[in-house]
């Protein structure tokens, strides 16, 4: 019998090309996302950027076979994690925009009696738009199938020591046995306007720090790279964005050997395998670069696996 259950949370993404729309339209109805007070505004908003963009994220699906890559990554950690915990523990997952949605996932919970939940929304670092998001959307979803089991949640684990190890192993694979002084290292975050980061948001502090952490683990690892750099992706719409942009960064290093590292996601996505992996690879190569790769997010390595359980035991603490 399962006492308790440890949900993993996330933005998600399109099972299907007709889920694309879904995908966008729950994402820009988010308050999180969209912050203007106006209920009427914000579908505005949200119901003109859905109209500009899902045409050309549909054809961003197609080239990805059809879906998103996060879901498949996701079961498979779910399964090495639930193989790690012990029999009385359920592990499960559930996405914000697309399904599996947390209403399905809590009505799974409630039928099993389930008394303790732990919830890991899959994002390093801490930000209103995705982890504060995640959580408030799985705690609604669980209010409204009346379960009263204790609900415990972890804000943010780029502190985690084994997450960070995992980041170095995926950074050594990018690197393929090469000499790591003859590259330059990008940490590529996904972007936030800035707006959202001058109200309080601590994302754009929490990536400074995991970044100087990571840094520190870079040199006792002995990966003395030519230079680390930081910058943002994903920026949508005219309004400024933290910054310096991916882009701005590539073109103050064309010419170099280039490995860049998604620091913000820990599971590949469109964001990684189509944008960085297809959009600016293209955009390298106009630029002359002798080399341009990027590492793999953490998925489901057993580093990774290790990290959440670690994390997991540290909450129930």
Same mark, same amino acid.
């Given at each position: 019998m399962k006492k308790e259950? /440890?949900? %993993?949370l996330n933005m998600g993404g399109p099972n299907n090309l007709f889920e694309v729309e879904m995908f966008l339209r729950n994402m820009f109805a988010d308050p999180n996302i969209l912050t203007t007070k106006s209920k009427l505004l914000r579908r505005f908003i949200g119901n003109l950027i859905? #109209?500009?963009r899902v045409v050309a994220a549909r054809k961003v699906y197609e080239e990805l076979g059809? +879906?998103? =890559? &996060?879901? $498949? !990554? #996701?079961k498979k950690l779910v399964a090495k994690l639930q193989e790690m915990v012990s029999d009385e523990t359920y592990v499960d997952f559930a996405m914000r925009y697309t399904p599996p949605f947390a209403s399905e996932v809590c009505e799974k919970i409630e039928e099993m009696d389930i008394r303790e939940i732990y919830l &890991? =929304? %899959?994002y390093p670092q801490y930000s209103t738009t995705t982890t504060k998001s995640s959580l408030e959307d799985f705690k609604a979803a669980y209010a409204k199938v009346g379960g009263n089991a204790k609900i415990f949640s972890r804000g943010n684990f780029y502190r985690t020591h084994a997450y960070n190890q995992v980041i170095l192993k995926r950074i050594e694979e990018a690197l393929e046995s090469e000499d790591a002084g003859e590259f330059e290292l990008v940490f590529s975050a996904h972007g936030l306007p800035q707006k959202i980061v001058d109200a309080g948001d601590p994302y754009q502090k929490q990536v400074e720090r995991h970044m100087a952490l990571l840094q520190e683990e870079l040199t006792k690892a002995g990966l003395e790279f030519q230079a680390v750099h930081l910058a943002y992706?994903?920026?949508?719409g005219p309004m400024k964005w933290l910054e310096p942009s991916l882009e701005e960064k590539l073109k103050k290093l064309r010419g170099k050997k280039v490995v860049i590292f998604p620091i913000a996601f820990t599971i590949d996505n469109s964001e990684t395998d189509y944008e960085l992996g297809v959009e600016y690879? !293209? /955009?390298a190569e106009e630029l002359g670069f002798e080399e341009y790769r990027v590492a793999r997010c953490p998925n $489901? !390595? +057993?580093l990774f696996v290790e990290a959440l359980y670690d994390i997991y035991l540290e909450m129930k603490e």
């Open positions: 259950a /440890i949900v %993993l859905v #109209t500009n059809g +879906k998103s =890559p &996060i879901v $498949d !990554h #996701t &890991i =929304p %899959l992706q994903s920026k949508v690879a !293209h /955009i $489901d !390595h +057993k």
